[in-house]
């Protein structure tokens, strides 16, 4: 079974600073994928950006980089230059790539305000 | 463009009328699936499908059931409605192996 883990209460940044959310996760699969999506406040599901857990360099996208530490099995996402419209709830999630169901594990998700 | 659609978008009902959720995606995507949303518990899986007839349960099915006729169409049945699946439900489809899911735009819920 897969679990997602993200603590972290209410976060707040200041526009143009960066900010980091933390994703830890567990898993018993040696082949899986993590995951980011953002979800404001008109409710539909942002895909950000992924990582593949063979993936040796970090992912990218634009101003999302996702810190993946696989021995901690953390999956932290960064935000660089934080923007008004970056505030949203932010979930982390994981699938394994072994067996028939591609399903999704979501953690609880991490609420995101960013300050002008 | 590629998408998920899902109809309707709010809903509101009463106890035991039952409903049926449309999801439709234009990707010729195999898989499908439906999560719903609650505070502080962030998404769970109700039903996936592998492919066309081909259906099993997620983690939360009790109160639910799906079909799978049409690659295209993925619909969420609820036979008899209850209060406690008051929830956002939302409906994705990827293709078998691929990474990213694509999600729908959620749907609403509420039973009274």
């Known amino acids: 079974a897969q679990k997602i883990t993200q603590t972290q209460p209410g976060m707040f940044v200041q526009e143009k600073e960066a900010v980091t959310l933390d994703c830890t996760y567990d898993?018993?699969?040696?082949?899986?994928?993590l995951f980011w999506y953002k979800q404001p406040s008109s409710g539909e599901m942002i895909f950000l950006i992924y990582?593949?857990?063979?993936?040796?360099q970090n992912a990218t996208e634009g101003r999302y980089s996702l810190n993946f530490q696989k021995a901690r099995k953390s999956a932290n996402l960064v935000i660089s230059a934080s923007q008004l419209g970056d505030s949203a709830m932010y979930f982390c999630?994981?699938?394994?790539?072994?067996?028939?169901?591609?399903?999704?594990?979501f953690g609880k998700g991490i609420t995101l305000s960013v300050r002008p | 463009e590629a998408q998920v659609t899902q109809n309707p978008r709010y809903l509101i009902t009463v106890t035991g009328k039952k409903l049926t959720v449309t999801c439709s995606q234009n990707m010729n995507h195999e898989y499908m699936s439906w999560y719903r949303q609650d505070p502080g518990l962030g998404l769970r899986q109700i039903y996936y499908s592998m492919n066309v007839e081909v259906t099993d349960k997620g983690d939360v099915p009790e109160g639910y059931k799906v079909s799978r006729k049409e690659k295209r169409n993925f619909p969420l049945i609820l036979e008899s409605p209850s209060p406690n699946q008051t929830s956002l439900y939302f409906c994705?489809?990827?293709?078998?192996?691929?990474?990213?899911?694509?999600f729908g735009p959620g749907t609403r819920l509420t039973v009274t």
């Open positions: 990582q593949g857990s063979y993936d040796e």
């Open positions: 898993t018993s699969d040696q082949s899986y994928g």
């Open positions: 994705a489809s990827s293709l078998q192996g691929n990474y990213e899911q694509y």
């Open positions: 999630a994981m699938r394994p790539y072994t067996g028939a169901n591609s399903k999704l594990t």
